[in-house]
């Protein structure tokens, strides 16, 4: 079992630091659902 | 010709305008739009700085030149309410106050929009005939005569004007430029004023400083994050040529690079280039500021109880030349670009902009003395949740140095504090973007105290909704080794042949006649 499976995940990314693409990657393979993911500029 | 193109010269110029502060940062305006009896609406006012403390503030005194940067290395963290003394007359250029910069405003107005109270405007175009505008172009603010508080309000009230304030009064308004499209409202012509005026201030103390003559500049590159245009060719452009024409380049044309923060590294290399190629002598790359991004992080800062700090209107213009043989030179071969199919983990993003064009001519990461990535004065940043955006890039160009076997784990933090520095720029989106290093990167390349230096530039292309990708483009300056002799080789065969055909057809000329 897949360390996020069954959970829905927000994503907000930073762009000077973990995008929210790279984020969604990640939660996906750890048997996420995205429900939302932005990459935010923060500057 | 095959020379590296140079740094010739910088110009770095800060606009306080606390003023604007409060009427046209779009975290105030937003503000005002949704809940106008909110509390950091009541108590915001009482955190803007005197135009005083604005200037004395110690980053500020960094990007017009009178500071080194290394400053801030001994400076116990916060820096705002650290008392110094400095100057708004810099090296690279000088802060002007609010009432010149609405000045600045109208002498970069040639569609008669921007109005002053006439009392005002007399005061001003004093000030302004003394500075580096001089004479003639302050005369412009003559036409204001006749033109009363009354006037100024009724302007704004039935035809939806911008309206100007100094010290809370309303000195000032800005005309929409037609009555129905947007892109020429009020609000969207006051943006690109300031965008200009801040551009020419810029221009006009590169070329001073630098006893550059304005005859001598044949391109412009405009690099700020406005745009121009009407209902029909919204971003049309061109605020170079716009700029240009006000700072007396008469010889030069130009265009507009846009590329969010990323814009003036992508319009350094492309000048660098063009200069490189032959197709211009001489090109400035320029940017003026955003008066949106003007107390962009005041909620925090309100509710921290320290100033509102983004407070100022930042510019700069930077002149690439042909090698002149002592100007550090534009390494425009080795060049790091974020491609469509980089990818976006930061590994991928800092190989692309660091470690492969490095590669590429056989360099590793501690062969370049300073990186200069986004460098946002953390004074503004931090307080506002968004950590230290300079020492963020260093720790995680340092990571990849650990990836790739260049540099021992332990030696993170030197390597932090060895080849970064930190950041003093204003909040103003591009500004921040490697380029306010490059005034002091010059000094120290052309000292021998440095070698080589790596401008990073990213822009977060995904704000404009068109793409989810960001961008980045970095390149090397280098310090400069001497004008290469090019040496002539003659080939006696090539020689001979070039006379007989010569004096083959001298003969038949004379056999015809």
């Known amino acids: 079992m897949a360390l996020l499976d069954g959970k829905k995940a927000i994503i907000i990314g930073d762009r000077d630091g973990i995008p929210g693409i790279a984020i969604e990657e990640c939660a996906r393979s750890a048997g996420a659902e995205v429900v939302f993911s932005s990459t935010e500029c923060f500057v | 010709m095959n020379q590296y193109s140079v740094i010739k010269g910088v110009g770095y110029t800060l606009a306080i305008t606390p003023d604007m502060v409060l009427h046209n940062g779009t975290t105030q305006t937003v503000e005002r739009e949704r809940n106008n009896e909110s509390e950091y609406l009541k108590n915001i006012t009482s955190h803007i700085r005197s135009y005083e403390d604005a200037v004395n503030y110690i980053p500020n005194q960094i990007y017009i030149g009178n500071e080194k940067p290394e400053l801030l290395d001994e400076m116990e963290f916060p820096w705002y309410d650290k008392k110094f003394d400095g100057s708004e007359k810099g090296k690279f250029g000088d802060i002007i106050p609010e009432d010149e910069f609405y000045g600045l405003l109208q002498i970069c107005d040639v569609f008669e929009l921007v109005k002053l109270e006439e009392k005002f405007s007399c005061e001003v175009k004093a ?51 037609h009555e129905i499209d947007v892109n020429l409202s009020a609000h969207v012509m006051t943006e690109n004023l300031v965008a200009k ?86 090109v400035i790359v320029t940017g003026g500021g955003c008066s949106a991004k003007l107390g ?32 550090p030179i534009i390494r425009n071969d080795v060049v790091g670009r974020h491609t469509v199919g980089t990818g976006s983990s930061p590994q991928d993003v800092l190989t692309s902009l660091v470690t492969s ?45 650990v990836k790739k076997g260049q540099l021992d784990r332990k030696d993170i933090n030197d390597f932090v504090i060895q080849h970064g520095m930190k950041g003093w720029a204003p909040t103003q989106g591009h500004i921040p973007s490697g380029v306010p290093y490059l005034g002091f990167a010059r000094e120290d390349l052309m000292a021998g105290k440095i070698k080589r230096i790596m401008i990073i530039g990213k822009g977060s292309l995904f704000l404009g909704r068109l793409t989810n990708l960001f961008d980045g483009i970095s390149f090397l300056i280098e310090s400069n080794p001497g004008i290469e002799e090019k040496k002539e080789t003659y080939n006696e065969t090539e020689i001979k042949e070039i006379i007989a055909n010569a004096m083959l057809k001298l003969a038949n000329e004379i056999l015809s006649e």
């Open chain 2, 197 to 282: 005026a801040s551009s020419v201030l810029s221009i006009l103390y590169m070329l001073k400083n630098n006893s550059i003559e304005p005859a001598e500049i044949e391109y412009v590159i405009d690099c700020c994050e406005e745009a121009c245009g009407d209902m029909n060719q919204r971003g049309g452009g061109n605020f170079a040529k716009a700029a240009a024409e006000t700072a007396g380049l008469k010889n030069a044309t130009g265009s507009d690079t846009r590329g969010f923060c990323a814009a003036p590294a992508h319009a350094i290399v492309q000048a660098a280039s063009l200069v490189r190629a032959g197709t211009y002598k001489s």
């Open chain 2, 127 to 177: 000030k302004m005939e003394k500075s580096i505008l001089g004479e003639e172009r302050a005369s412009v603010l003559d036409k204001n005569g006749g033109t009363s508080v009354e006037n100024l309000e009724e302007l704004v009230k039935e035809e939806a004007a911008a309206p100007l304030y100094f010290e809370g009064k309303l000195v000032g308004a800005i005309k929409r430029a």
């Open chain 2, 357 to 401: 064009p490095l590669e590429s001519v056989g360099l590793t990461l501690k062969d370049v003395d300073k990186y200069a990535p986004e460098l946002q004065n953390s004074d503004i940043t931090k307080p506002a949740g968004a950590g230290d955006v300079a020492a963020a890039n260093y720790k995680m160009i340092a990571a990849l140095g």
């Open chain 2, 296 to 327: 962009m992080n005041g909620k925090d800062h309100v509710k921290k109880n320290i100033p509102i700090l983004e407070d100022a209107i930042a510019g700069f213009a930077v002149l690439i030349t042909e090698n002149d043989g002592v100007s």
